[in-house]
């Protein structure tokens, strides 16, 4: 039995008209997700833009409080009747602390195992530390010396921190004295460059103090005697 044309031509029709809505149905079904996973994507990619760079602030601005607190207690001589026994407990059992100091016409560095260590080297230090009565310390953009005045007058810090100041100082050392630098020197020289935080000015002892943070501690790990030191 043979169907009439027209009836045919019309079963044709609805024929292509489904597959037409099958593909598009298909074609729905698979697009939908893609496009709800590149929305995702996207706004994952948006938010981890954002996050890095709102956490640097947030800690930046943690670790800044939280030095200005410490440092306030160390230098305050209500807090600290002794700053040279005060810095003995701030220097790392390991790392020990770097001094910097001008014995002629080139200033050298030189790393120490504790602050009395220094005090037995440089006994006229201890002096000059204990002269400070910061009570108020200031952060701000740390004072100039013209080997006469200073810009400013009291205790300073600030993050203008040199850059890898250990490792070329203990680069500068070795060539002048003509020695060799071992790998654990080196090693902490490298590793202190990193967690330099802050540099300290005492404009009445004539010294800049530079201070890290390690394992969440802050620790002296520079006593510089050099920077105002205009004898040479």
């Known amino acids: 039995m043979s169907y009439p044309k027209k009836c045919y031509l019309k079963q044709k029709c609805y024929t292509f008209i489904s597959v037409c809505l099958l593909v598009m149905i298909c074609n729905s079904c698979t697009t939908k997700p893609e496009t709800q996973a590149k929305k995702q994507s996207t706004a994952q990619d948006s938010s981890a833009d954002s996050t890095p760079a709102m956490q640097t602030h947030s800690q930046t601005k943690m670790h800044s409080q939280h030095f200005d607190s410490y440092l306030r207690n160390l230098l305050d001589p209500q807090h600290t009747t002794n700053l040279a026994q005060a810095l003995d407990v701030a220097i790392h059992q390991e790392m020990g602390v770097y001094v910097l100091y001008n014995p002629g016409s080139e200033a050298l560095l030189k790393r120490f195992a504790s602050f009395q260590t220094i005090l037995h080297e440089f006994p006229y230090l201890e002096d000059y530390l204990n002269a400070s009565t ?68 005492i404009t009445e002892s004539y010294l800049q103090l530079g201070f890290a943070q390690i394992e969440g501690k802050w620790y002296c790990v520079l006593v510089d005697m050099a920077h105002f030191d205009c004898s040479a």
């Open 134 to 201: 910061c009570q108020e310390p200031l952060k701000d953009k740390l004072p100039t010396y013209d080997c006469q005045n200073f810009s400013a007058q009291g205790c300073f810090y600030s993050t203008e921190i040199p850059s890898n100041f250990f490792s070329n100082g203990i680069l500068r050392m070795a060539d002048l004295t003509r020695t060799d630098i071992s790998d654990e020197e080196q090693q902490i020289a490298s590793y202190l460059d990193n967690e330099l935080r802050y540099m300290v000015v």
